[in-house]
């Protein structure tokens, strides 16, 4: 019931990517043929509107070199992050390469390998000498300057780095790395308590244009720093007040309020405090700010108080702040907020009539049409765990039939039957669900088609299932309405011998473009997110992307998706694919392969070849779950702890080490792609041979093995009776996803 638990006063729920780990000089996809073009992980969600675009450029035709081949290797090498390896690698290289140019990038390789080893000494050996190998001016040596003095900076070193910066002041000229060149001559100056220096520096970074809004950010948080070190009390808030302004990030409102209740502008830092709270009601820093003004005796809205307290799972307190509040509530849109989430705290605290009474509080409360229509939904979903069919299905009834409609009116629908079916009341369902014409779903005509078939209308259920594979072929329970026609994907998830090294034919996605929204490729200047993720900087190049995609046509994202696969972006291709497949109009199964491989793709094709083998998984299945799991960034993380490309808790991963004979494991590790992969197919793996059905393995991939084994009690005929039988809405959603992505990727890559 966690879908309830999404909701707040308005706003957008947006997804964060991790972009990730550091970057390489020239890296492009390709190399030894282990890294293909990158992968998506998005669509794998319910909704698929254009919110976090992507790009990509393809990569480069030339025939390699000899030096080249071997500096892709270490690069590739790199990339899954076995270190070592790559930094001996691009020694070697460096040291027979007869071309300047490639031994600068070399040594810069070879330096980005120390950093992640920890060698900060024999990185900064390796950009000096890629400083005085790098030929000049060029933007390898701009990059190779700019990480010298980042990675001396990074190690409080930075009376080594201000000599640099001194020495070419100008380096970065037109180039995309000036702005983050001249914040770390900032840092340096800072670093040496010469803050008269490094104040005009940072500001004017923030006046440059391509100074990023993630830089804009470390700017500001190093003002705030040199203010403070300077007990400069108007540099510090005014850098506060501008990271409110870019971000509205808790912390930083907090820090406000403090500076006010310090300059004793107690008024002042009881509206900080609460427009903090009302803001980021599941903020740490809005409980702390809650407890602070509870203990200060300065009142908080009932409304906003009751929400902090309900978000962290403190029940009855929230019980009692909202109690009082819905009887002093203002007006009816408050009314319909307060008794709300007074019903959810009921509800969660296991009192189910409390819960339905205010419900239908904010049900008839005149108020908000959103609260109206979630309280009404709930207040049937309660209902239906009572065990009370009939009167839930009345309620979902009078939800689709008389509205407000919602994010849940489909849902609604569905259950309107689907509790009748539950109850062995099956004409009675099938006489609901016909009367749901006009809010049908896949799902919906699937189970009436399992109903018609257990009363025996063989006709009727075919003519059912028909209708969910055409309402959602590739959904869930198109699938299944497919499968029960004699049709549909296999589950069979064994290991089979995929080619994952199909290339993308641009001419084909572009032609398929023309035919759907008319017009044709737009040439246009490529931003500088390639020369960003050269030096590490892939959240800036992921930013830069979706900058320009944000106002760019249809054929403008079609460039940048090209640029962006150049650049090694993998999430964020994947995501522009699913764009353009949005903006042509098409459902999901329509694009040609070549755009669908971009949608669902596949990295480090060997490393996830070789471990799916030898943890007998079909390759398709196991990129499916890294798909969703981290959406294909190695630096992914999860509020819960888990890491990487396959979303590794460390505990899990320090037994796993143990059982594969891993020495020397640390967490850190599962932000190695080799690792991830290794470590996720072979828990995977072992999940599917102790579950023997494949979506229940999922499930205790996601969920952990005392609930699979509860949902597999329930001997599950079918995926879409699992589905059902899953009671945790995220392990649900979960392995809805994976099913529906698995039978993507075979669509892409299976033929």
């Not at 945790?728 to 959603?733: L, P, R, S, V």
Request: a negative charge; glycine letters at 10%.
């Amino acid at each position: 019931m966690r879908a309830r638990n999404g909701g707040m006063r308005g706003g957008r729920v947006w997804l964060l990517l991790a972009l990730g780990a550091f970057g390489l000089p020239g890296c492009v996809f390709g190399g030894d043929g282990d890294s293909n073009p990158p992968t998506p992980t998005a669509e794998a969600t319910a909704s698929e509107t254009r919110t976090v675009p992507a790009g990509a450029t393809s990569a480069p035709t030339q025939v390699p070199t000899s030096s080249s081949q071997d500096l892709a290797a270490a690069q590739n090498l790199f990339r899954e992050g076995k270190y070592g390896e790559a930094r001996d690698a691009f020694r070697t290289v460096a040291g027979k390469s007869s071309l300047q140019a490639d031994r600068a990038d070399a040594l810069v390789g070879a330096a980005t390998a120390a950093i992640q080893l920890r060698d900060t000494n024999g990185a900064v050996e390796s950009l000096q000498g890629a400083v005085t190998a790098a030929p000049g001016p060029s933007s390898g040596r701009v990059r190779a300057v700019y990480l010298l003095l980042k990675t001396l900076n990074d190690a409080d070193r930075g009376a080594e780095g201000v000599p640099i910066y001194e020495g070419e002041p100008e380096i970065s000229a037109g180039s995309a790395l000036a702005p983050y060149y001249l914040f770390e001559a900032a840092r340096a100056y800072g670093q040496l308590g010469d803050f008269g220096r490094a104040r005009p520096l940072l500001v004017r970074v923030l006046g440059m244009a391509n100074a990023s809004t993630a830089l804009r950010e470390q700017v500001l948080v190093e003002q705030r720093r040199v203010g403070t070190a300077s007990d400069d009390q108007f540099a510090v808030v005014a850098a506060l007040d501008a990271l409110i302004a870019l971000n509205g990030g808790p912390a930083y409102r907090f820090q406000r309020a403090q500076l006010a209740l310090g300059d004793g502008d107690i008024d002042g830092y009881a509206r900080r405090m609460r427009d903090l709270i009302a803001a980021s009601p599941t903020s740490d820093w809005s409980y702390q700010a809650l407890l602070e003004l509870t203990d200060k005796g300065i009142a908080v809205g009932p409304g906003d108080a009751g929400l902090v307290y309900y978000r962290r799972g403190m029940y009855f307190k929230a019980i009692d702040v909202l109690a009082a509040g819905v009887d002093a509530a203002p007006g009816p849109d408050e009314l319909a907020f307060r008794a709300f989430y007074l019903g959810a705290s009921y509800e969660d605290s296991g009192q189910a009539a409390q819960a339905v009474h205010y419900y239908d509080v904010a049900a008839t409360s005149g108020g908000s049409a959103t609260y109206v229509h979630r309280a009404k939904y709930w207040a049937a979903r309660v209902t239906e765990g009572e065990d009370d069919a009939d009167e839930a299905s009345r309620r979902y009834v009078a939800l689709v039939k008389d509205g407000p409609k919602g994010e849940f009116s489909e849902e609604a629908a569905f259950r309107s039957g689907y509790v009748l079916y539950k109850a062995n009341k099956t004409s009675a369902a099938i006489a609901t669900w016909e009367a749901m014409s006009g809010t049908t779903s896949a799902r919906l005509e699937y189970w009436e088609g399992r109903a018609y078939a257990l009363g025996g209308d063989n006709a009727a259920a075919t003519a059912a299932y028909r209708r969910a594979v055409a309402l959602g072929p590739y959904d869930l329970h198109g699938l299944e309405a497919a499968r029960e026609l004699g049709q549909g994907i296999s589950l069979d998830t064994r290991y089979k011998d995929r080619d994952l090294g199909k290339p993308v034919d641009w001419g084909i996605i572009e032609s398929w473009l023309r035919g759907r929204i008319g017009g044709g490729p737009v040439t246009r200047q490529p931003t500088p997110a390639c020369e960003l993720v050269s030096v590490g900087l892939r959240e800036e190049a992921a930013a830069e992307l979706l900058a320009a995609d944000a106002v760019a046509t249809s054929w403008g994202s079609f460039a940048l998706m090209k640029e962006a696969y150049g650049c090694g972006l993998t999430n964020v291709v994947a995501q522009m694919a699913v764009n353009l497949r949005v903006d042509a109009g098409a459902s999901s199964e329509e694009p040609p392969t070549d755009l669908l491989r971009l949608s669902y793709p596949i990295d480090y094709s060997a490393t996830l070849k070789r471990e799916a083998k030898a943890a007998d998984v079909d390759p398709l299945f196991f990129a499916a779950l890294v798909r969703q799991e981290s959406f294909w960034d190695p630096s992914a993380g999860s509020v819960a702890g888990a890491l990487g490309l396959t979303q590794v808790i460390p505990e899990t991963g320090e037994a796993i080490a143990n059982a594969l004979g891993v020495e020397d494991f640390e967490p850190s590790d599962l932000f190695r792609p080799a690792v991830s992969l290794e470590f996720g197919a072979y828990y995977l793996g072992g999940e599917l041979r102790s579950y023997g059905n494949p979506l229940l393995a999922l499930a205790a991939y996601n969920a952990g093995p005392g609930p699979a084994r509860r949902w597999g009690a329930e001997n599950a005929r079918t995926p879409a009776d699992l589905v059902e039988t899953i009671d945790y809405a995220e392990t649900k959603a979960y392995v809805t996803y994976i099913y529906e992505a698995y039978a993507h990727y075979l669509l892409a890559w299976g033929g």
